[in-house]
């Protein structure tokens, strides 16, 4: 309840997770049917970076501050495109000042028929979420614990959709509560796409975590890892990871672009890295 993102927004971590739900996004409205996205853990949905919260840690410098409006490669650059598009439009004179949170991201991409679902425990910060989007009739704000989202609102009426889950890890036991969680969620929407956000840090258990995934037996499960800097010197964030459930099929090819220009761009030391596997799919069974 005492996380606030504004002290993080737009950091290296955004930067890996809101490029790789543009690009889910982009997927999904392939087809003309409608689909919604499920935010469990919203925040409050756009943020200011030159307040006093921002600009205390500085975080986005060395995040999107590094990416927006420099040159990137053709290839990363087209995967960037979607996001890196929102971002510009909500800084029409150029510079950056303001930076969506996932549910102004993932609002900015959408099509007429397609809905949002964002819930957010903190009272603070659901209010100012639900004002953003007052009146907007595409867009369902809920004051909730965002894990019970996992039960009560899958599976959505539109029968397609993402489930993104980037809960604020404040207490012990989060890596566990997210394999549970999805665990819960995947047998009451087997046909979605799910989106877990997890920190990297020293002493995380991500071998745990991540066996702990493999033994749900889910078909697809892709993930990617960005590590910034050595996790040796700091017990703080040094990288962060995603697991994405049914990705898109060509999801994995644009992870092995972007990763490594992210990892090349982001980097704050040497011991910088970056990864994209199967955690289950079609490349782990024909190694098997």
Not at 49 to 74: F, H, M, N, Y
Not at 197 to 210: N, T, V
Not at 213 to 241: F, H, N, Q, W, Y
Not at 254 to 266: G, S
């Amino acid at each position: 309840m005492n996380y606030r993102h504004i002290y993080h927004a737009g950091n290296f971590a955004d930067v890996l997770k809101h490029a790789v739900l543009a690009r889910l996004i982009v997927y999904m409205a392939q087809k003309d049917k409608a689909f919604r996205v499920l935010d469990t853990h919203a925040g409050i949905g756009l943020y200011d970076l030159s307040s006093e919260e921002a600009q205390k840690t500085g975080e986005w410098v060395d995040g999107i501050g590094r990416i927006l409006d420099t040159d990137i490669p053709a290839k990363a650059k087209a995967i960037l495109q979607p996001y890196l598009t929102a971002v510009r439009d909500l800084n029409p004179d150029g510079g950056l000042t303001l930076y969506p949170g996932s549910p102004k991201l993932t609002r900015m991409l959408m099509r007429p028929q397609d809905r949002l679902s964002a819930m957010e425990l903190h009272p603070d910060d659901y209010e100012t979420l639900h004002r953003l989007f007052d009146g907007d009739f595409q867009s369902r704000i809920t004051e909730l614990d965002g894990w019970l989202a996992l039960g009560a609102h899958l599976p959505p009426k539109e029968k397609r959709g993402i489930v993104l889950v980037d809960p604020p890890f404040e207490i012990a036991g989060e890596y566990e509560r997210l394999a549970d969680g999805l665990a819960k969620a995947w047998r009451r929407f087997s046909g979605g796409t799910f989106c877990l956000w997890y920190p990297l840090k020293q002493g995380a258990p991500i071998a745990e975590f991540h066996a702990a995934l493999k033994a749900l037996e889910i078909p697809k499960m892709l993930c990617a890892e960005l590590s910034v800097r050595s996790d040796r010197d700091t017990t703080g964030l040094s990288g962060s990871g995603l697991i994405i459930v049914n990705p898109p099929f060509t999801l994995k090819d644009e992870l092995d672009i972007l990763l490594p220009f992210l990892k090349d761009r982001l980097k704050q030391d040497r011991h910088a890295s970056a990864r994209a596997f199967w955690l289950r799919g079609e490349e782990v069974r024909e190694r098997d």
